[in-house]
């Protein structure tokens, strides 16, 4: 799987092209490193972004060719088996793709970037990878414009759910949570989310069985605190991204017991997002560093849309 990754990293002590088309850059990292530098992404923000970029092209190899070139990156993306909403993204970042190195927007990098990001979500080859919000990742790169972050999950029992056991079609992905809805009794999948979340959500819903006792005991408290009057409605909340993210035991364990106590809070008639921040600014006190995060987190929505 991470033979184009080697293969990438290496080709960055080789020279790289200094003109022709956004497709020609993306194969050697020192060549994505410069393009960045021309839009004011460098240091870190640079490295992150070529990172990301490496990973999305090795998930979209489908064919694990161990010479990935820019002809198969183009054949890949028109052979995904894309719904509407992918289409558009595949189209728009086919079309950037195309566009003259030295004629190019930082707009239009960051489109591209963020679209080779989405395919590579909703369509990889293999592997545990995984997208999240840019913002609500805390990653700096959303002052850039950045809307998502691609990831590799270390846990076990996460790379064994997104490895072998999600649908490798992306267009399957709502009938497989449909089912698992219906196998945990919690209603059906009415409430669509967004299909960039649709991975995330199948991801936590298979966890409630699936995972380890830290990951089904928050998973099935995202569950309960999710329910009204024994239905899981997820158009409100976004606590199953949660999972999105590699997470310590003590971590889970802290997530657990605020939502086991949130739930309990709002069953007195407080909103179930009024209880959550109500409990986080009790934990908060007079800290003023934790009131800021708070604010954040409220003002990206990251959890409540």
């Given at each position: 799987?991470?033979?184009?990754?080697?293969?990438?990293?290496?080709?960055?002590?080789?020279?790289?092209?200094?003109?022709?088309?956004?497709?020609?850059?993306?194969?050697?990292?020192?060549?994505?490193?410069?393009?960045?530098?021309?839009?004011?992404?460098?240091?870190?923000?640079?490295?992150?972004?070529?990172?990301?970029?490496?990973?999305?092209?090795?998930?979209?190899?489908?064919?694990?060719?161990?010479?990935?070139?820019?002809?198969?990156?183009?054949?890949?993306?028109?052979?995904?088996?894309?719904?509407?909403?992918?289409?558009?993204?595949?189209?728009?970042?086919?079309?950037?793709?195309?566009?003259?190195?030295?004629?190019?927007?930082?707009?239009?990098?960051?489109?591209a970037?963020?679209?080779?990001?989405y395919?590579?979500?909703?369509?990889?080859?293999?592997?545990?990878?995984?997208?999240?919000?840019?913002?609500?990742?805390?990653?700096?790169?959303?002052?850039?414009?950045?809307?998502?972050?691609?990831?590799?999950l270390?846990?076990?029992?996460?790379?064994?759910?997104?490895?072998?056991?999600?649908?490798?079609?992306?267009?399957?992905?709502?009938?497989?949570?449909?089912?698992?809805?219906?196998?945990?009794?919690?209603?059906?999948y009415?409430?669509?989310?967004?299909?960039?979340?649709?991975?995330?959500?199948?991801?936590?819903?298979?966890?409630?069985?699936?995972?380890?006792?830290?990951?089904?005991?928050?998973?099935?408290?995202?569950?309960?605190?999710?329910?009204?009057?024994?239905?899981?409605?997820?158009?409100?909340?976004k606590?199953?991204?949660?999972?999105?993210?590699?997470?310590?035991?003590?971590?889970m364990?802290?997530?657990?017991e605020?939502?086991?106590?949130?739930?309990?809070?709002?069953?007195?008639?407080?909103?179930?997002?009024?209880?959550?921040?109500?409990?986080?600014?009790?934990?908060?006190?007079?800290?003023?560093?934790?009131?800021?995060?708070?604010?954040?987190?409220?003002?990206?929505?990251?959890?409540?849309?």
């Amino acid at each position: 799987m991470f033979k184009f990754l080697m293969v990438l990293a290496l080709s960055t002590n080789m020279a790289y092209a200094t003109s022709g088309q956004l497709i020609d850059f993306l194969f050697n990292g020192r060549a994505v490193e410069g393009i960045l530098k021309k839009s004011g992404i460098i240091g870190e923000d640079s490295k992150r972004v070529t990172s990301y970029v490496a990973k999305s092209l090795d998930a979209l190899n489908v064919d694990n060719k161990s010479n990935f070139t820019k002809a198969d990156l183009m054949a890949a993306l028109k052979k995904l088996p894309a719904d509407r909403d992918s289409a558009v993204v595949r189209d728009e970042v086919t079309k950037l793709l195309n566009v003259p190195e030295d004629k190019l927007s930082k707009e239009q990098l960051v489109k591209a970037v963020d679209g080779l990001i989405y395919l590579a979500n909703k369509y990889p080859r293999a592997g545990s990878f995984i997208v999240s919000c840019v913002g609500c990742a805390g990653d700096p790169l959303a002052l850039h414009g950045f809307k998502y972050t691609i990831s590799e999950l270390s846990n076990t029992r996460s790379q064994k759910v997104l490895e072998s056991m999600l649908p490798k079609d992306a267009n399957d992905l709502p009938r497989y949570i449909g089912n698992k809805l219906k196998d945990l009794k919690a209603g059906n999948y009415t409430s669509r989310v967004a299909p960039e979340d649709e991975k995330s959500l199948a991801l936590f819903l298979t966890l409630i069985k699936e995972g380890d006792k830290n990951q089904k005991d928050l998973a099935s408290a995202i569950m309960e605190f999710s329910k009204t009057n024994g239905k899981a409605d997820f158009s409100g909340n976004k606590l199953y991204t949660v999972f999105s993210s590699d997470m310590s035991p003590e971590a889970m364990q802290g997530w657990t017991e605020m939502l086991v106590q949130v739930s309990k809070d709002a069953k007195g008639g407080t909103s179930k997002r009024d209880a959550f921040y109500s409990y986080l600014e009790k934990k908060a006190g007079s800290n003023k560093a934790l009131q800021g995060q708070l604010e954040k987190l409220k003002a990206k929505k990251c959890f409540f849309p």
